[in-house]
């Protein structure tokens, strides 16, 4: 019988089809084929642990702990250590991703939003336009009182609807799925290949998490899946000797296809994120689960109602007037507007979303107080960056580099300096805005206009925009290059496009050069989207399962 299982599983040595990874568009794909037939004999294998009716992923504010709680402690979470970044003076950035069953859409902040549909129409692949996609995107969601408003998918009982629970743990308990097995604290290694096709899997327990030495091979008759997400999937790519020649060649690994693309132009939404005192009440914010007044333990014991929260009161997709293009962009950068977004009215340049509450532990001298943050994304930067093995083994250094301010025209820095001014004229006019938090702010001179401060009451009406000198935009550009980060929405390491273009995938997801072998996640992305990338997972998970069923003759 299929289920959710935490050891190799006996006398299971050969399957119809195994994904590599049990993430969001993971489940949705292997629920989705088990119901096309449920005789096909499916394996999804998950590093992280099963999430079924635990409380940190079914609970929504649990995101604070899952998303702060980055690091070894976090048994949901796990990070990608990259190098440092001369561009970001010389930060070295960790990239995190989600690692337990259902991936990020069990541990995130459950925000919705679409694409714009140029994002999907650019792509200039048969069957992934806009017009192709948006059934996909309406096919297995629902809105309850929908308006034009941050739509959120947690459900009218207040428990998170992640691709796990919503799609794979129904069809493990009907017993209409008796081939569907999921096993959870394990990862693949490789992909084992034979006569140009792939044909089964080689895995291991979860370092941390499982304390077994050795590996196990699965043999795959049909297909395998790689859903590892945007940088486990290029790393498992060439480990399993597929990738460019040269990098596989100097990681010592023997190349079993060359697909130059694998692992190249890794591409995120660069984010700042900021805090500001307001006059909000203690219900109004999750600062009390900072601050030391209470816990997760707490608010279980109690069923607390801010638990069915997620705190993104707003969000919204801004693109700066015309007055304001003419004063942030110069030369090159101008240049990069006017052929990328002057022709493209429906393209958001940015995002601008709040937080009730501040975006870490709270210093002790400012625990009496209640802090509303901003998080703001470029959604189309210009920079690219990559992520390659260094090694065939698995627990070695990776060389990633997120590229964030890495291009030349310098467009993505004079964008990050405007959002910082935007979002902060934005939260300046709110009735409970009481002034920044300055530590997390740019250090302007106490002298200056922008001093970032705290303030006894809202600002008079009507409000002044902010005249920045000279000498404030040099601190706030040195601020941008100290700051500046990815945020969870990486993309494009095995993108979607012929391979002359540095295509790893075709329309069918199938990887260049490799029988048997598809990837369906969100590397394949080509472009950044104007959207939270939950969407485009889920997406992708319904939209792999018709092309696979269809080649399959389900």
């Not at 568009?25 to 294998?45: F, H, K, N, T, Y």
């Not at 970001?88 to 991936?103: N, Q, W």
């Not at 040195?478 to 075709?506: F, R, Y």
Request: proline letters at 5%.
């Amino acid at each position: 019988m299929g289920g959710v299982h935490n050891q190799v599983i006996d006398g299971l040595n050969e399957v119809d089809v195994i994904i590599a990874g049990g993430g969001t568009a993971g489940c949705v794909l292997a629920a989705r084929l088990s119901d096309a037939d449920p005789e096909l004999s499916i394996l999804v294998v998950e590093r992280g642990p099963n999430n079924l009716d635990d409380p940190t992923v079914t609970n929504p504010l649990f995101f604070i702990e899952n998303i702060l709680g980055l690091g070894a402690s976090n048994p949901r979470m796990m990070a990608y250590k990259g190098q440092a970044e001369e561009a970001i003076a010389g930060r070295a950035m960790t990239v995190p991703a989600g690692s337990i069953l259902g991936g990020g859409s069990s541990i995130n902040m459950l925000t919705y939003t679409r694409p714009q549909r140029g994002d999907l129409d650019d792509w200039n692949m048969p069957g992934w336009s806009s017009e192709g996609m948006i059934p996909y995107m309406k096919k297995d969601f629902d809105t309850n009182q929908a308006i034009q408003r941050n739509l959120r998918y947690i459900s009218e009982d207040g428990v998170r609807q992640d691709a796990a629970h919503a799609y794979v743990h129904p069809r493990l308990h009907d017993g209409k799925h008796p081939n569907l097995h999921i096993l959870v604290e394990h990862e693949v290694v490789r992909v084992s290949s034979e006569d140009g096709k792939a044909n089964g899997v080689v895995l291991r327990g979860t370092p941390g998490i499982k304390d077994l030495t050795g590996t196990h091979e699965i043999a795959a008759k049909k297909l395998i899946v790689v859903s590892a997400g945007a940088l486990g999937t290029p790393l498992l790519l060439e480990r399993s000797g597929i990738g460019h020649r040269d990098k596989l060649t100097k990681a010592g690994i023997d190349v079993f296809s060359h697909v130059p693309g694998v692992g190249e132009e890794f591409q995120d939404h660069n984010t700042i994120l900021l805090s500001y005192y307001t006059s909000l009440t203690a219900n109004e914010t999750y600062d009390d689960l900072l601050n030391g007044r209470t816990t997760f333990k707490d608010m279980l014991e109690n069923d607390h109602d801010m638990l069915a929260w997620n705190a993104a009161e707003i969000t919204s997709k801004i693109r700066p007037t015309e007055k304001e293009i003419d004063a942030i962009l110069r030369g090159d950068a101008r240049s990069v507007w006017d052929e990328i977004f002057e022709k493209n009215v429906n393209m958001p340049a940015a995002t601008i979303s709040t937080c009730n509450g501040f975006i870490g532990p709270i210093p002790e001298e400012d625990r009496s107080e209640r802090f509303l943050s901003t998080g703001s994304f470029l959604l189309h930067p210009l920079a690219r960056g990559h992520v390659h093995v260094t090694s065939s083994d698995p627990d070695a250094e990776i060389d990633l580099k997120t590229g964030i301010l890495t291009d030349k025209a310098g467009f993505d820095l004079a964008m990050a300096m405007w959002l910082y001014k935007k979002q902060r004229e934005i939260v300046r006019r709110l009735d409970v805005y009481r002034g920044e938090w300055p530590a997390i702010h740019p250090p302007f001179a106490n002298d200056s206009a922008a001093v970032a401060k705290k303030r006894d009451g809202p600002l008079p009406t009507p409000v002044e925009d902010i005249e920045y000198s000279t000498e404030d935009d040099k601190v706030l550009e040195k601020w941008i290059t100290e700051n500046l980060a990815q945020n969870w929405h990486g993309i494009g390491t095995c993108k979607m496009a012929s391979p002359c273009d540095g295509g790893v995938v075709d329309e069918n997801l199938s990887v260049h050069g490799v029988g048997h072998l598809k990837i369906a996640d969100l590397s394949i992305v080509p472009h950044n989207l104007a959207a939270n990338t939950a969407i485009m997972a889920f997406t992708i998970g319904e939209k792999a399962a018709d092309i696979i069923a269809k080649e399959l003759k389900l």
